[in-house]
DNA sequence: ATGAAAGCGCTAACAC
DNA sequence: GTGTTAGCGCTTTCAT
């Protein structure tokens, strides 16, 4: 059903030059109708413009445009080292699809190995026109090389706003502000803090327990901070010591710490809340800590569009709140 | 400290031509020389334009070598609409380190919402050299359109061999045999099988319960299909009326499922499959159904690196199979 | 209202 | 051993 359309001569892809061939006017015409200048064709021109490359079959080549243009239609989203679950697959589909709505077409990079200079390779076989990265792979150089490639827009991913490139600010340190805040406000003061030892989480644990204990240092509540893997055993032998303080609550690195721990808990009675607002959270009726992510992309990508497209340069910072899904666990 | 390198008067990006005019040569030599052409450029000649390029921070415009050679160094990988968790992750970096092992870029695409023509677009900007995606996006008619676009190789996702095009044989349907296999050798003949009611997960249960139920079929053994969501009063209510064919063990859709279900199960004794060896599964000693993807990649990437290469143009099918993780639970 | 032509940056066949 | 040159397919002045 494909290969009996009508092909140029040689074979090969078609191109405008055949649509123009077959329409009876010249590439340029061809240019003018497929990318709407309307105020310059006749509308008899356009019509068998139009005829000619429908009949063909004609897509314009995206690499040849974006050579011509200087930039494409490619967005690029680099993920974070974050660990894969239900709350990572959901920032990304939503990002996804707010960009597609746009027009654009997200692809995702997963850094596999820390190596940037896989990540460097990929951006110069993408030229992507708008990027978004974590701010490791961001150093100001690299932003400078971006923008003379064609890329229009970049966006850092950091705990921070950096001052030489537009930031989402996604502080880890606030989901654990977040969740110490929703325990303190409900009268507990001595709150154990199980955060992960397994490497793949320990760079967001490490954060997200600054955040707590900051937390509860600057609101007179006192952090029991507890490193152990994800095992009932474990935690309840690390629990153990703590509980001569009398803990009233706990707040786990995710959620399925934050089982893990109710399972460790056994008789003891602790107010628990975790992280990511899972299945398992809402199943169990546990509270959770969220980032509402999905909500700011409409905003993110109406930022990188507007900055795109030259209409407007803000630079100010995008910061992404968490918040505390609560249900019967606390 | 990459705005006081030398630049080209015009501003813009370093280019081959800037290149050649530093080292005194022409732009055909300085392509020969990074390329690569050893047996053509002396030695003088090319120590002077490996020299000129790194003062100059040189590096080559991917888009007009992709325009050029009618194909470019990128891989898309686009994912059928799998719930991503852990295992999936796993499938997915363990792919893309592969990929960029073998110097590709390896890019992936969400099709968020079911909208083909958004997939469409994505190949026809990105241009890939090769492709792996899930049948649903490969009608014979794309195949044929991407291969006159310069994508040398493509690989569907499919749960059986597709003869239009080489297929990564993924099925479900063999992971409810695994753990029925699994349970059956251990002697069980009544084995209880839980599948979600969450339409994200309805795609994969309807296969791995067809896979079950076969296999049960098959072997003298009877399946007794649950349909819930992932929560234990839900299962436990489901669960109660089959408790009176006497069923010894259980086969879960995931590990999340199975630990609902055991949780479900209160004092009945079940032996318990899940699905996924997750951490959860490891966690607590649960057996579980696995892909072991990873492994298969070496052969995939090198299989589509070969074809991609015109060295071979094996278009056999790559089946993987899943494999049970024995845990205390069965 | 339309066409001719230049050129984005690169590579490779063909000179010399 | 090195340079000249012709495009890859597109867009966009500048002419007409």
Same mark, same amino acid.
């Given at each position: 059903?494909?290969?009996?359309?009508?092909?140029?001569?040689?074979?090969?892809?078609?191109?405008?030059? $055949?649509?123009?061939?077959?329409?009876?006017?010249?590439?340029?015409?061809?240019?003018?109708?497929?990318?709407?200048?309307? $105020?310059?064709?006749?509308?008899?021109?356009?019509?068998?413009?139009?005829?000619?490359?429908?009949?063909?079959?004609?897509?314009?080549?995206?690499?040849?445009?974006?050579?011509?243009?200087?930039?494409?239609?490619?967005?690029?989203?680099?993920?974070?080292?974050?660990?894969?679950?239900?709350?990572?697959?959901?920032?990304?589909?939503?990002?996804?699809?707010?960009?597609?709505?746009?027009?654009?077409?997200?692809?995702?990079?997963?850094?596999?190995?820390?190596?940037?200079?896989?990540?460097?390779?990929?951006?110069?076989?993408?030229?992507?026109?708008?990027?978004?990265?974590?701010?490791?792979?961001?150093?100001?150089?690299?932003?400078?090389?971006?923008?003379?490639?064609?890329?229009?827009? &970049? @966006?850092?991913?950091?705990?921070?706003?950096?001052?030489?490139?537009?930031?989402?600010?996604?502080?880890?340190?606030?989901?654990?502000?977040?969740?110490?805040?929703? @325990?303190?406000?409900?009268?507990?003061?001595?709150?154990?803090?199980?955060?992960?030892?397994?490497?793949?989480?320990?760079? @967001?644990?490490?954060?997200?327990?600054?955040?707590?204990?900051?937390?509860?240092?600057?609101?007179?509540?006192?952090?029991?901070?507890?490193?152990?893997?994800?095992?009932?055993?474990?935690?309840?032998?690390?629990?153990?010591?703590?509980?001569?303080?009398?803990?009233?609550?706990?707040?786990?690195?995710? $959620?399925?710490?934050?089982?893990?721990?109710?399972?460790?808990?056994?008789?003891?009675?602790?107010?628990?809340?975790?992280?990511?607002?899972?299945?398992?959270?809402?199943?169990?009726? @546990?509270?959770?800590?969220?980032?509402?992510?999905?909500?700011?992309?409409?905003?993110?990508?109406?930022?990188?569009?507007?900055?795109?497209?030259? &209409?407007? $340069?803000?630079?100010?910072?995008?910061?992404?709140?968490?918040? &505390?899904?609560?249900?019967?666990?606390?």
């Amino acid at each position: 059903m494909s290969s009996d359309r009508p092909r140029p001569l040689n074979g090969q892809r078609v191109t405008s030059a $055949d649509v123009a061939a077959a329409a009876g006017v010249s590439r340029a015409t061809v240019s003018y109708v497929l990318n709407g200048v309307h $105020d310059r064709i006749s509308e008899a021109t356009r019509i068998r413009v139009y005829d000619a490359a429908e009949r063909l079959g004609y897509v314009p080549n995206a690499v040849a445009s974006a050579l011509r243009a200087g930039r494409t239609e490619i967005i690029l989203l680099a993920m974070p080292s974050w660990p894969l679950g239900p709350a990572v697959a959901e920032f990304v589909t939503a990002g996804v699809t707010e960009f597609e709505r746009r027009g654009y077409t997200a692809l995702v990079h997963f850094q596999a190995g820390g190596d940037s200079r896989v990540f460097a390779r990929a951006c110069d076989r993408v030229r992507p026109v708008a990027l978004i990265a974590p701010e490791e792979d961001l150093p100001p150089a690299r932003v400078a090389a971006l923008r003379e490639n064609g890329t229009r827009a &970049v @966006l850092a991913i950091a705990p921070r706003p950096l001052d030489h490139v537009a930031t989402l600010v996604v502080d880890q340190g606030t989901v654990g502000e977040a969740a110490m805040d929703h @325990l303190v406000e409900r009268g507990h003061e001595r709150i154990v803090v199980v955060m992960p030892t397994e490497p793949e989480f320990a760079l @967001l644990g490490k954060e997200r327990l600054r955040g707590a204990q900051a937390y509860a240092d600057a609101h007179g509540a006192t952090a029991y901070p507890l490193h152990v893997p994800c095992d009932p055993g474990a935690i309840a032998a690390a629990l153990a010591p703590i509980l001569s303080h009398q803990p009233t609550a706990l707040y786990a690195f995710n $959620d399925e710490f934050a089982v893990a721990a109710i399972e460790a808990l056994g008789e003891v009675q602790l107010a628990v809340i975790g992280t990511d607002d899972s299945m398992v959270a809402r199943r169990l009726g @546990l509270s959770s800590v969220s980032f509402g992510a999905p909500g700011n992309w409409s905003r993110i990508v109406a930022r990188l569009h507007d900055t795109i497209e030259g &209409v407007s $340069d803000d630079l100010s910072p995008i910061v992404v709140h968490p918040h &505390v899904v609560p249900h019967g666990s606390t």
